[in-house]
Nanobody, 124 residues
Framework: VQLQAFGGGLVQPGGSMRLSCAASGLYLADYAIGWFRQAPGKEREGVSSIFSRDGPAYYADSVRGRFTISRDNAKNTMYLQMSNLEVEDTAVYYC??????????????????WGQGTQVTVSS
């Protein structure tokens, strides 16, 4: 099983970026998925999660209204669309997956599989 995150980089404040996470060895449609991030000197925090393609999504207060989580089951890939980025969004972003049970999974320890992380830097 492998999750491979990509799409990070440098963006100016107010800009947009889309992160992708391609899954192999598992069928993402059967999994609840989430995005986490870890800023320098801080603990890893949950950003967003969803347990089915059309189900409700969770967003951290700091990103609600700016970030959108989604998945493409045909491509076995999950996404995090980020808009109106702020300097405080600078972090390493991780994708994660856990077998779906109809619930949102909001805590780091609930996830079984993790991507390697991709750096997002918001700076002028």
């Amino acid at each position: 099983v492998q999750l491979q995150a990509f799409g990070g980089g440098l963006v100016q404040p107010g800009g947009s970026m889309r992160l992708s996470c391609a899954a192999s060895g598992l069928y993402l449609a059967d999994y609840a998925i989430g995005w986490f991030r870890q800023a320098p000197g801080k603990e890893r925090e949950g950003v967003s999660s969803i347990f089915s393609r059309d189900g409700p999504a969770y967003y951290a207060d700091s990103v609600r209204g700016r970030f959108t989580i989604s998945r493409d089951n045909a491509k076995n890939t999950m996404y995090l669309q980020m808009s109106n980025l702020e300097v405080e969004d600078t972090a390493v972003y991780y994708c994660a997956a856990v077998p779906g049970d109809g619930r949102l999974h909001l805590k780091e320890h609930e996830y079984d599989y993790w991507g390697q992380g991709t750096q997002v830097t918001v700076s002028s």
